[in-house]
């Protein structure tokens, strides 16, 4: 972690300061010398009480957002005629003001052409449409009028003739009566209730013919495909044709000229004909026009989209800037590593040069009372492990930072629970695939969140994968079976047909059968074979092992309480909180931890009374026992009731060390805090840390310090002892999850292998290997999704608990802010505005 100061920046004279300004920024974040350009600036804003649209450089932003509507306009038309964005991956400087005045007039000019283009493609799309409705209208009719002069035999031909002679009603023929029709087309799905209208409007005086257009037409309007059909009423006087075209209107019916003489319409038809083919070649050469400049704008998109985010930021950045009293100079204030403090003052340099500026940029540490943001170094391993810190909170300034612990600790808890060398074989390849193919990954950038997930995790997934590796040899498990590299160190000196019958047959370590010799390396193969007592013996090891690492685990937490306490010189603290902690937890749970190495070590099958196997105590009785104050139970005949010499006396001595640490953590340090006020006869100044070393009270700056009376100080240490007494008890036991979680582990991975894969292992011939690649094939998918993905996520969720709340909770607040460096990256990837909370 590294400590900030703010600083002072004087930046140039008036009239060249924006060009300047920007430079510097420029080379500050964009320079290759090195990547910590791009993480050294935490804006401050100068100007909180100045309203956002009344800034220096608010106009400036306005164009920005102006030029960023119209890219945005460009890509949504290239994205319409799914043409590709062209995308080197370089990362163009932000542009110089006067280039900003030549990209206005560009993206002006673009936006310009295009919407008259495609302006002008509408009203030809539309022209286009009528003339095919019309196309289509004139085919139709023509039909219509053919069968009325052709002869009518059907009813509806009647009915058509009625309307169109008297003969049908009156019975004699009085001639032809002159009646007047209308065309046009129809939204397809409108057609029944316009004829519905036309029926009860008219009361039955029209006749309506109709037929449907096959294909379907393009909507000029958004580009939808429709279907309409063509229609032709016929009605009688001006009173029925003007109500008709009311209708018509109302169902929003396109009405088109149909003339009455069929050689009229041949030759309206061939007119059609002749001028859609023209619209066809004229919007052929639109289209061509307005793909031809998507293209070229296609080819520049990204760079101009990268330069005018680049420049949007540094005017946004600007206007936290404040005006000295002479208005010739721009005043900054931000956090900046103290590391890099020379890196900025040799980029200031370096952009006073390249803008041609006489005046040097002054840059000075000033004294500040404000807490410093967090800011922890990270690369692209360390990166996802202070994610998973910073996502429980972030460390508070200069605050021990755990994030170097769990590197290792994470991945080792998780394979004590995914312990299986197949399954860890599996997770340590997919990570090591995406860590040899992280540049070709990292530039796709997706959208995808879960993949994102597990790329941002690459370096974990490979660890976890590697440490559950070293524990499946451990355990000697490999999908549910064992390895029997050395050879096993029992052997079988029984005949045949007793191993055969006797199911639960038992090997006796204290017998010849037994090379006196333990396994090399893990567990002994003929464990596996051990069916009934396999999962008894390995459930005392795990859950013993279990709580050797908690325990290991916390006091290591505790451990770093001490570091805190003593870089923040919190005596205090080190003295009333660290040492009766540190005391209650190693004299209950470490001496727990302590029997079980003596029992190991002392008690065997082998030996003789009272240090044989039969002998050896239980070590949860003895715990209770020895926090009841209560006498060992009677042991068995031969068989001493105590571990060791003096074991009741030590137990009873560690149990009141431990039970007089609880009042030393509850009353030290708030009768220590009050004695000190006592003595210099000060109201109470909240700290840091709550409390005052010394006689003397710690130094913190007015307005960020609040009084704290005596019985709020009680109440919280209270609390905190409360907290720490029996989560110790509660932590414990949290940590037996290692235990459990691995023995379900196991025993998922044995039943796929015995209700899957081993079924088709013992099948044999042409149809037994079709059945093993159905089975292995089953039997696949089920170990990746079910014990790789599924369990490994609930193994990771275990320990990820593990870490926040069993080992953080003994020295981590996390009650920090982060550090956020003006970065063009974050700016990029976000697309966001990195001031507008400020503004």
Known sequence: MERYWDISTRLFKETKKKSQIMKIIQNEVDSGDREDYRRNHKELNLNPDVNAFQRK???????????????????????????????????PEAPQPREMIDLEATFEKLENELREVNQNAEALQRNFLELTE???ILRKTQVFFDEQEGGLNTQTESMTKALITDEFRTGQSLGPVQLGFVAGVILRERLPAFERMLWRAC???VFLRQAMIENALEDPSNGDQVYKSVFIIFFQGDQLKTRVKKICEGFRATL????????????????VMTRIEDLNTVLGQTQDHRHRVLVAAAKNLKNWFVKVRKIKAIYHTLNLFNLDVT??????????????IETIRVALSRGTERSGSSVPPILNRIDNFENPPTYNRTNKFTKAFQALIDAYGVASYREMNPAPYTIITFPFLFAVMFGDLGHGAIMMLFGLWMIRKEKGLAAQKTDNEIWNIFFGGRYIIFLMGCFSMYTGIIYNDIFSKSLNVFGSHWKVERNSSEIMSNNYLQLNPATNEYVKDPYPFGMDPVWQIARSN??????????????????VHMIFGVSMAYQNHKYFNNRIGILYEFVPQIIFLCCLFGYMVLLMFIKWNKYAAERPNPYSSACAPSILITFINMVLFKEANKPPEGCHSNMFAGQGFFETLFVLIAVAAIPVMLFAKPWHIMQQ?????VQPIATSNGDAESGVVNQQPQGHGQEEEMSEIFIHQGIHTIEYVLGSVSHTASYLRLWALSLAHAQLAEVLWDMVLRNGLKQIGWGGGILLVITFSFWAVLTVGILVLMEGLSAFLHTLRLHWVEFQSKFYQGQGYAFQPFSFDTILETGANPNANEE
């Not at 088109?256 to 319409?265: G, I, K, L, M, T």
Request: charged letters at 35%; aromatic letters at 8%; hydrophobic letters at 35%.
């Open 57 to 91: 450089f608010v106009n400036e932003v306005r164009r920005c957002d102006e030029m960023e509507r119209k890219l945005r306009y460009l890509e949504k038309e290239i994205k319409k005629d799914g043409i590709p964005m062209l995308d080197t991956g370089d990362s």
């Open 134 to 136: 019309l196309k289509h």
């Open 203 to 205: 009361r039955g005086n």
């Open 256 to 271: 088109y000229p149909c003339p009455e003489s069929p050689s009229d319409r041949r030759e309206m038809a061939m007119g």
């Open 327 to 340: 208005k010739k100079c721009l005043i900054a204030e931000c956090w900046v590593p103290v590391l890099d």
């Open 534 to 551: 396999k999962i008894i013996f390995q459930n005392a090891y795990k859950m013993k092992i279990s709580i050797i690492f908690g325990v």
């Open 677 to 681: 006020r006592k003595q210099s006869n």
